[in-house]
């Protein structure tokens, strides 16, 4: 029976953390070379009713919260360590939804949430994965001009006030992005810094070249 990196080959891999422009990237690799994208974050609404608290305790938990919850009353470092990806829940869900797409194509993976430790596993070849890291000035000013719709902060955070729960934000994800560089490091995978003087076309172009990929169809 062959493994499930050996069934993946077809896909790759671009993670790391938020604020990165990497939907962009995938949606612009995709629109070039003809490549599916799968959309993680859009996935990850499909996975809570899959979750069960033995195995997902900590997806479980948030299933059924309404917005802002999981920020109310804690500390970054408390949200940062009830992460469900921090755990590797989601990876399950991951190998299942892709290897139940068609592999006739090759597959962009665009997800913040799994870790290099996680994700090592399921690669037979290092160079099908990317880490897109942000530098904090960029994050900060990508991040606040997504929260400053009303509506959407709203929607995100519920009653919370927006600007200091978009600071807990930005601390829970250097938490994040400080882990996933450790275990990258650890395991020889790339990683690419974005401080947006570089159009995302030209870091497609970069992407593209760390895949392997030939030029535009």
Excluded: C
């Excluded at 299942?96 to 665009?110: H, I, N, S």
């Excluded at 250097?174 to 030209?202: C, M």
């Amino acid at each position: 029976m062959t493994s499930p990196a050996e069934r993946l080959t077809h896909v790759r891999w671009i993670a790391g953390g938020t604020g990165t422009g990497k939907s962009t990237v995938a949606r612009l690799l995709a629109l070039r070379h003809g490549l599916a994208v799968y959309d993680g974050d859009r996935a990850e609404h499909a996975w809570l009713p899959r979750t069960t608290p033995q195995r997902h305790p900590h997806l479980s938990a948030a299933r059924n919260r309404p917005p802002g919850a999981n920020w109310r009353d804690r500390t970054p470092e408390e949200v940062f360590a009830t992460m469900a990806s921090l755990h590797g829940e989601t990876v399950g869900f991951l190998v299942e939804d892709l290897l139940a797409l068609a592999a006739d194509r090759m597959t962009l993976v665009d997800y913040f949430g799994i870790l290099p430790r996680h994700l090592a596993p399921l690669l037979i070849d290092p160079a099908h994965a990317v880490f897109l890291f942000p530098t904090p000035d960029f994050r900060r000013q990508v991040l606040t001009a997504r929260y400053a719709d009303p509506d959407r902060a709203r929607a995100t955070w519920g009653d919370l006030d927006p600007a200091a729960t978009l600071a807990k934000r930005l601390s829970r994800d250097a938490l994040w992005d400080q882990e996933v560089s450790i275990q990258a490091d650890r395991l020889g995978l790339t990683t690419l810094v974005v401080d947006g003087s570089v159009p995302a076309p030209a870091l497609a172009d970069t992407v593209a070249r760390h895949f392997g990929l030939s030029g535009p169809n």
